[in-house]
T-cell receptor
Framework: GAGVSQSPSNKVTEKGKDVELRCDPI?????LYWYRQSLGQGLEFLIY????????KSGLPSDRFSAERTGGSVSTLTIQRTQQEDSAVYLC??????????????FGQGTRLTVV | RKEVEQDPGPFNVPEGATVAFNCTYS??????FFWYRQDCRKEPKLLMS???SGNEDGRFTAQLNRASQYISLLIRDSKLSDSATYLC???????????FGAGTTVTVRA
């Protein structure tokens, strides 16, 4: 597809279960970002990939959160033993690496996670 | 200190008014800057890039002040449809990571 694709678009899970969120970036984009956003709040940075490596994962809130990226493309964000405070919209974005005015990030439509 | 800081607002303005707000960044070596717009319950979308010499796109004007390390966005002749949260984005020069501000909320009233 032409844009960033995220799946599922909505996920309801029971507290304590594990969930996997998927992001398909724009083809050729080497940089990939995960953010989360609670209702009425700003974007909270989680992790940044450059290719398959993550030079900055300082935003992951706990060791229950992990992410990987394979083949420089698809990324999966995994949340283990979900808690109610994990409920949020998880947004993925991708961009070309480097400086310049063509390096803007494009966002997917997000995955709305609800932990009940 | 946060990498990117914005006045959260909200800025409540009447239709037709001009509204302007700034975003400050901490890394003096940052090279690329953008303004994004986010509507309620939607993903952020690029509004405009910010050029070193400043640039306009219709009713929107973006400026960069490297000496004081801030960028600004000015909206002229505000429309109801301009109501949104405006996010400032800065690209680092070392790792090219995008850093987002928390956003400035603008509400245009009839």
């Amino acid at each position: 597809g032409a844009g960033v694709s995220q799946s599922p678009s909505n996920k309801v899970t029971e507290k304590g279960k594990d969930v996997e969120l998927r992001c398909d970036p724009i083809s050729g984009h080497t940089a990939l970002y995960w953010y989360r956003q609670s209702l009425g709040q700003g974007l909270e940075f989680l992790i940044y990939f450059q290719g398959n490596s993550a030079p900055d994962k300082s935003g992951l809130p706990s060791d229950r959160f992990s992410a990987e990226r394979t083949g420089g493309s698809v990324s999966t964000l995994t949340i283990q033993r979900t808690q109610q405070e994990d409920s949020a919209v998880y947004l993925c974005a991708s961009s070309l690496a480097g400086e310049g005015l063509d390096t803007e990030a494009f966002f997917g439509q997000g995955t709305r996670l609800t932990v009940v | 200190r946060k990498e990117v800081e914005q006045d959260p607002g909200p800025f409540n303005v009447p239709e037709g008014a001009t509204v302007a707000f700034n975003c400050t960044y901490s890394n003096s070596a940052s090279q690329s800057f953008f303004w994004y717009r986010q509507d309620c319950r939607k993903e952020p979308k690029l509004l405009m890039s910010v050029y070193s010499s400043g640039n306009e796109d219709g009713r929107f004007t973006a400026q960069l002040n490297r000496a004081s390390q801030y960028i600004s966005l000015l909206i002229r002749d505000s429309k109801l449809s301009d109501s949104a949260t405006y996010l400032c984005v800065v690209i680092g020069s070392n790792d090219y990571k995008l850093s987002f501000g928390a956003g400035t909320t603008v509400t245009v009233r009839a």
